[in-house]
């Protein structure tokens, strides 16, 4: 996704550090009355789903009855007992603190920029502005394509810390086994004639997109988005979030509802291709991040995608006469790129294929 004219805008966490007032810029804050109370959340009544337990013969009844509640009533849920080595996990939150530590020239080198004009999704940087009013969110990231292998784009992989590299690859690595049985998982639940139809649907060329969002103090928390609110365009996305510092909110019958930080758990969110897939039984949840006066704050996700090329589209399974089909087919390429748009405008790109 590139395009010329992008607005150059410094880091945010450059500009945080830069703010000798408690003002943001224009620009950050958002406009309508409705989002702006960013605060007064609730904790939401997530579950935690002992995954060792859900994929056991004998034993999984009742993780796989609180994975389609989760599933159903928020749309995430976490794992514990996932199989992702602890010292994995700490290795890509340490390598993903230590980037954005670095001197802005050093992480400059892997700018989203192309000669500091032209836009590319991936690398170092913030959001292509599209237009004069787009609010802009509160934080920087570090995107980067890591599935297909062969389509890594290694020169934009921060040579440090030194261990960058080899940390991503492992934590990619120990999650897409996770991402798989979660989606065996999730295809018993709806008891299609093969448990493999999602891992099977994600093609031979599935893409997975590995995001490190680093989010600075804000001096006006509650006028400010971390990130705006959205769904995931993905299948599922794998989010390892802060261990120390929550601001990721769930929207659930027009209520913010904080969710809980647990501790060696990973968060799992349901995105639009798998509310697709599923007829819309499984619901992508509108999701946003607020910011935080006090603290800084770090997360990593991995974002799973069907094959680009490929179409999606309710399974047959799951179509009837009393459930006709409620999105029409669409190729993954295509949507990803209307998803971008449409976030950058804060608008929900899933409603634009509904039948």
Same mark, same amino acid.
Request: hydrophobic share 35%.
């Given at each position: 996704m590139g395009s010329t004219g992008a607005a150059r805008t410094m880091p945010v966490q450059e500009l945080a550090g830069a703010l000798g007032t408690p003002d943001v810029p224009a620009p950050y804050?958002?406009?309508?009355?409705?989002?702006?109370?960013?605060?007064?959340?609730?904790?939401?009544p997530v579950p935690v789903i002992d995954h060792g337990r859900l994929l056991q013969k004998d034993d999984s009844a009742d993780e796989a009855a609180k994975l389609r509640s989760a599933i159903e009533s928020w749309g995430?849920?976490?794992?514990?007992?996932?199989?992702?080595?602890?010292?994995?996990?700490?290795?890509?939150?340490?390598?993903?603190? $230590?980037f &954005? #530590?670095?001197? /802005?020239? +050093?992480?400059?080198?892997?700018?989203?920029?192309?000669?500091? @004009?032209?836009?590319?999704?991936?690398?170092?940087?913030?959001?292509?502005?599209?237009?004069?009013?787009?609010?802009?969110?509160?934080?920087?990231?570090?995107?980067?394509?890591?599935?297909?292998?062969?389509?890594?784009?290694i020169a934009l992989w921060p040579e440090h810390p $030194?261990? &960058? #590299?080899?940390? /991503?690859? +492992?934590?990619?690595?120990?999650?897409?086994?996770?991402?798989? @049985?979660?989606?065996?998982?999730?295809?018993?639940?709806?008891?299609?004639?093969?448990d493999d139809y999602f891992v099977d649907q994600l093609g031979e060329k599935a893409l997975t997109n590995a995001r490190c969002s680093y989010y600075p103090e804000c001096p006006r928390p509650e006028l400010v988005f971390g990130l705006k609110?959205?769904?995931?365009?993905?299948?599922?996305?794998?989010?390892?979030?802060?261990?120390?510092?929550?601001?990721?909110?769930?929207l659930?019958?027009?209520?913010?509802?904080?969710?809980?930080v647990v501790p060696?758990?990973?968060?799992?969110?349901?995105?639009?291709?798998?509310?697709?897939?599923?007829?819309?039984?499984?619901k992508s949840p509108v999701h946003r991040v607020i910011t935080n006066a006090k603290k800084e704050r770090l997360s990593v996700a991995l974002d799973y995608s069907v094959d680009p090329e490929r179409e999606i589209e309710p399974s047959p399974q799951l179509v009837n006469e009393k459930r006709p089909a409620l999105y029409r087919k669409v190729k993954v390429k295509d949507y990803i790129a209307t998803y971008y748009n449409h976030f950058f405008q804060g608008e929900m790109v899933i409603d634009t294929i509904k039948i």
């Open positions: 804050i958002v406009r309508t009355h409705k989002d702006q109370q960013l605060s007064s959340a609730v904790v939401a995430l849920f976490m794992v514990s007992n996932h199989g992702v080595d602890a010292a994995v996990i700490e290795s890509m939150r340490a390598v993903s603190r $230590e &954005f #530590r670095q001197p /802005l020239e +050093e992480k400059q080198r892997y700018s989203n920029l192309i000669c500091g @004009e032209q836009f590319q999704s991936e690398g170092y940087g913030n959001d292509w502005v599209s237009s004069p009013d787009q609010t802009r969110d509160w934080t920087d990231r570090l995107y980067l394509k890591v599935e297909p292998e062969d389509e890594r784009r $030194e261990n &960058f #590299r080899d940390a /991503l690859h +492992e934590f990619t690595k120990k999650c897409g086994k996770l991402k798989d @049985e979660l989606l065996r998982a999730m295809g018993k639940l709806l008891e299609l004639d093969d609110p959205h769904s995931d365009g993905t299948v599922v996305t794998v989010l390892m979030v802060d261990d120390s510092v929550g601001g990721l909110q769930v659930k019958d027009g209520v913010w509802w904080d969710v809980p060696q758990t990973l968060l799992i969110l349901i995105g639009d291709q798998i509310e697709i897939m599923s007829n819309g039984i499984f």
